[in-house]
């Protein structure tokens, strides 16, 4: 209490321009505790309310943006499945590799049968895993002529189902023991590939590769 007499004391012993300009501090330091303790807290929870309402905006925006594109998505999804398809009916038939490799053999048998064509050799070589398919493969020896090779290359790539040749070795010769009436003939070693959706035993074989 004598600090607080002493306080009163003092100030009224000051002058009205000397009890003005303490109040004027007292105010102020007030003023600036109000600031501290009720104005900072309300601008920081606006801030917080504004990065919240821009996340918002910028949400509806992006949703607003896949709507208005959400026919070019669905046509893009329709696009994609038909190529699924299209990819899914070029497969080789059979429920397992060796039977695709039988059903690859054949498509091609047919394509050589020609008074012109001597097929001295076929086989299946080993599956390969490509993704979530298996390539078929088959390797054809063949003793041909020009104009009969460019037929069954382009017989092949008229295949409904999806072929390609992967590999062709040829060399000039005559066929052994039957001569084709003056015709140049060729040695053709080739090997056409084929997809299959079979299974294949993962031991003997590496993703992408042979044995």
Known sequence: MNRWNAIASWFHGMSFREKGLVIGCLLLLGGIIIAKGLVVPIHTQHKKNLSSIRQRVSTIARYEAIRENSDLVDENLG????????????????????????????????????????????RTLAPVKRGAYTEIAVQLDLNIGTTELAQILLDISRQPKLLKVR?????????????????????????????????????????????
């Open 79 to 122: 696009w994609m499945k038909k190529q699924v398809e299209n990819m899914e009916a070029g497969l080789l038939e059979g429920n397992s590799a060796p039977e695709a490799g039988i059903f690859l053999q054949g498509l091609l048998k047919p394509l050589t049968r020609n008074p012109s064509i001597r097929m001295t050799a076929i």
């Open 167 to 211: 590999k062709l070795h040829a060399n000039t010769g005559m066929f052994p023991g039957r001569p084709m009436q003056g015709k140049e003939t060729i040695i053709v070693s080739m090997v056409v590939v084929g997809l299959s959706g079979a299974p294949i035993e993962e031991a003997i074989v590496s993703e992408g590769g042979g044995k």
